[in-house]
T-cell receptor
Framework: GEDVEQSLFLSVREGDSSVINCTYT??????LYWYKQEPGAGLQLLTY?????DMKQDQRLTVLLNKKDKHLSLRIADTQTGDSAIYFC????????????FGKGTRLSVIA | DAGVIQSPRHEVTEMGQEVTLRCKPI?????LFWYRQTMMRGLELLIY????????DSGMPEDRFSAKMPNASFSTLKIQPSEPRDSAVYFC??????????????FGPGTRLTVL
């Protein structure tokens, strides 16, 4: 299957950590991605993780991958109001240069 | 680099009219994707091209939709005739074959289409 599932909404207080979760069904996925969409804009690649890794850290962002459970998460430390956006999880299947399979996106609202 | 360029940014039209959306991919990118985003269905892949050739158009909703890529720097998505249910934000994205794994796809700012 090629479904990527995400919860639709998340609300956090400024300064707290945000954790956005994603599950995917295709265990043969090679790369997994997090994209950010700010209001009125297109999607921007935030970070990616290769399937042989279980963690990747990039400044305030931490990506955790649990291949056994097909679970991907994005943790944003010290969440700021500028982090308010829609976050999309996406997977790349191994069969050639196929397009990414995107989840429906999680809308993160940061309360000051 | 200017990034992926889409025009127009906003389009309001009446039901039954023809709508043409335009995209200029990043120079040197050989993959081009058209997506549609709505609240109900999220982000849907409509069609994608490799080296100007359509590879998979299974996401195109119906015959009213057509897409062309006459050269490496230009693509159009046409809806004829348009219907209110076509109202959405349409994104174009591009990627370079050799960098597709670690850099994903680059998205344009989108065209917000409203069909009255």
């Amino acid at each position: 299957g090629e479904d990527v599932e995400q919860s639709l909404f998340l609300s956090v207080r400024e300064g707290d950590s945000s954790v956005i979760n994603c599950t995917y069904t295709d265990s043969s996925s090679t790369y997994l991605y997090w994209y950010k969409q700010e209001p009125g804009a297109g999607l921007q690649l935030l970070t990616y993780i290769f399937s042989n890794m279980d963690m990747k850290q990039d400044q305030r962002l931490t990506v955790l991958l649990n291949k056994k459970d097909k679970h991907l998460s994005l943790r944003i430390a010290d969440t700021q109001t500028g982090d308010s956006a829609i976050y999309f999880c996406a997977e790349r299947l191994p069969s050639g240069n196929t397009p990414l399979v995107f989840g429906k996106g999680t809308r993160l609202s940061v309360i000051a | 680099d200017a990034g992926v360029i889409q025009s127009p940014r906003h389009e309001v039209t009446e039901m039954g009219q023809e709508v043409t959306l335009r995209c200029k991919p990043i120079s040197g990118h050989d993959y081009l994707f058209w997506y549609r985003q709505t609240m109900m269905r999220g982000l849907e892949l409509l069609i994608y091209f490799n080296n100007n050739v359509p590879i998979d158009d299974s996401g195109m909703p119906e015959d009213r939709f057509s897409a062309k890529m006459p050269n490496a720097s230009f693509s159009t998505l046409k809806i004829q005739p348009s219907e209110p249910r076509d109202s959405a934000v349409y994104f174009c994205a591009s990627s370079r074959d050799s960098q597709i794994l670690t850099q994903g796809q680059y998205f344009g700012p989108g065209t917000r289409l409203t069909v009255l």
